[in-house]
Each structure stands twice: as structure tokens, then as C-alpha cells.
């Protein structure tokens, strides 16, 4: 990402021309308007994009399915009766039952739980894991840079989900009878593992891009110490495609969670996620094709309002794109 620069312009009191070629007295009328930053600028331009309203909207809906799914769906989403193996949608059930007798509705709600968790959790983890080794790469420089620069390289170059599927077979095979808790944080480990290398460069050129700036050679010249500069003055400034990347990245890792629990090795029963009911429901498709439809749609629409977010996020922040 490019580092943006602004042209000022200074003028002097009373010197600044009217309309009429006349200077401006001190009668007229001054602007009261503050100065905006980045962060301001790009607050200021979001507010007037809908696409930027309609992804808010949807991610909170979606936060909230989560954080409280059982004010969207006060069935049971674990428990079913066999009387009710792949019953038609009704007003008891709005999205019909599985084969097990148990409401698809209620474990659509219920799964934005695990898979919301997941994703947010594992860009959290890769932000502080790839963000603190490409400060410290790129801010050291030398023999440091590229050792930390190799060993991305190597987690770089392995297969996202061949990776994954190794480490997940690895500790969490079949028979393995691990708790709801462990299922989820070794998936949410292996796609911090697979994923850190893309933040670490990208918050590498950044701090490249700026480590030289004026301010940064300034607070060096007046003796503040390696962690001020990183905290104080770095770090905020290079922020800006952190974050980008990691509201997109949110979306991205609910789709990879989706597909690790379709093929078997992502999360597993006890657990309720969107990817193990597309994976139940795939062999019913012609005879219940809701059971794919609907935890399916919930997952693309779940996508693609974070996708939506983080290019409204980025067009706003960079001076490039407005």
C-alpha cells in the first residue's frame, strides 16, 4: 500500500482573496470547520456509501444470531425426533427438519455461532502473529528481516487446505472424542498457522514505507526508545491495511471453516456450523434440497457482507480510490 501524502496549502490572515479580487475583512464569515484526519475522512466518505450500511446491517444481524441465536430461534437445534425425518417446512419448523428429526432453522441460527466465532477468533490471532513479526521484520532490518522474511516463505508455500487437512487429522482424527472447546480452537489454530505469512509482509512493506518518515526520524533524534516509536508512532500508521485485510479476511475464514467441516476434519458434531449441515444434507439433495439451501445461503450471505465491508473499508482509506 502505497504511503498517502497531502498538499497543504498555508495563507496568512487578511491576505486570502474574495470572490471580488478584494482580501477578506474580518467581518465575513470564517469556517469553524476542524481539521479531519484519516480515520475522519474515511468515517465522513463511508457514511455516504449504501453498500457500507447494508454490510453493517447484515454483520450486526449476524453478530447478534451468534452472540444471542436463541432470540432468533427458541427451538431445540441439537435434539430431533425420528416421527419428523426430513419433514416439509411449516410453521413449527419454517426451514422443514433433517433426517434426524431436528429443525434446520434452529441449527442455521445456531451455527452462525461456531462459524462466526471461529473466523473472528483466527483473524484476531493471525493480525497479532504475522502484525508483531512483520513490526519486528521490518523495523530491525538485516539478518533479523530475513530470517523472519525464510520462515514466512515456508508457511507461505504450503497448501491452504492440504495443510489443514494434516493438522487437523493429525489431532483432531476420527475417534479422537475431543470437547466442543477443543474442536474449535484447533481448527481456529490451524488457520492462524496457514495464514500469518500474508500479514506478516503486508505489515513488513508498511513499516518499510514508513519507518523512514519524518516524524519517526524526529522521535528517534530526540532519543524515544525502539518501543515508543513501534507503539506511539508505527504502529498507527499502519493500521490502515491491517485492517482492510482483516474485515475481508473475516468472510474468507468462515468460507474456509465451511469447507474444513464439509470434508470431515473442520469442526465436528457436538458442534452446529453451517458447514456440517451442508456436508449432512448433501445426499438428500434431490429429496430436501433445503437442507443445502439454507445453512448455504446464510454462509454466502455471511461472506459477502464481510467481502462488502472491507472494500468499502479500503476504498475510504485510500487517497487513490476516492
Not at 453498500?51 to 450486526?60: E, N, Y
Not at 458447514?275 to 434431490?286: A, H, N
Amino acid at each position: 500500500m502505497s504511503d498517502p501524502s497531502t498538499a497543504s496549502i498555508v495563507s496568512t490572515p487578511g491576505a486570502h482573496p474574495t470572490d471580488s479580487g478584494t482580501p477578506a475583512t474580518a467581518g465575513q464569515p470564517q469556517s469553524n470547520e476542524k481539521p479531519r484526519g484519516l480515520l475522519g475522512d474515511a468515517w465522513r466518505d463511508l457514511r455516504r456509501k449504501p453498500l457500507f450500511w447494508i454490510a453493517s446491517t447484515l454483520i450486526v444481524v449476524f453478530v447478534l444470531m451468534a452472540l444471542f441465536p436463541a432470540l432468533f430461534a427458541p427451538g431445540d437445534a441439537v435434539n430431533g425426533s425420528l416421527s419428523r425425518s426430513l419433514g416439509k417446512p411449516s410453521g413449527n419448523a419454517w426451514f422443514g427438519y433433517d433426517l434426524q428429526g431436528r429443525d434446520v432453522y434452529a441449527r442455521v441460527i445456531y451455527g452462525a455461532s461456531a462459524s462466526i466465532q471461529v473466523a473472528v477468533l483466527a483473524v484476531l490471532g493471525t493480525l497479532l502473529v504475522g502484525g508483531t513479526m512483520g513490526i519486528i521484520a521490518g523495523y530491525r532490518g538485516g539478518w533479523v528481516d530475513g530470517l523472519l522474511s525464510r520462515i514466512a516463505d515456508v508457511f507461505f508455500g504450503l497448501p491452504f487446505v492440504l495443510g489443514a487437512i494434516v493438522i487437523l487429522t493429525t489431532f483432531n482424527g476420527s475417534g479422537s472424542g475431543n470437547s466442543k472447546v477443543k474442536i474449535m480452537s484447533l481448527v481456529t489454530i490451524s488457520l492462524i498457522v496457514l495464514s500469518w505469512p500474508v500479514v506478516m509482509r503486508l505489515m513488513r512493506s508498511s513499516v518499510l514505507a514508513t519507518k523512514e518518515a519524518d516524524y519517526i526520524v524526529a522521535a528517534r533524534a530526540l532519543g524515544a526508545g525502539t518501543g515508543r516509536i513501534i507503539l506511539k508512532h508505527l504502529l498507527p500508521n499502519c493500521l490502515a491495511p491491517l485492517l482492510v485485510y482483516g474485515t475481508i479476511m473475516v468472510g474468507s475464514f468462515i468460507g474456509a471453516e465451511a469447507t474444513l467441516s464439509f470434508l470431515g476434519v473442520g469442526l465436528k458434531s457436538p458442534v452446529v456450523s453451517w458447514g456440517i449441515m451442508i456436508s449432512d444434507g448433501k445426499d438428500f439433495l434431490r429429496v430436501a434440497p433445503g437442507l443445502v439451501f439454507f445453512p448455504a445461503a446464510f454462509l454466502v450471505t455471511a461472506v459477502l457482507s464481510f467481502v462488502m465491508l472491507g472494500e468499502a473499508v479500503r476504498e475510504a482509506l485510500d487517497p487513490k480510490l476516492r
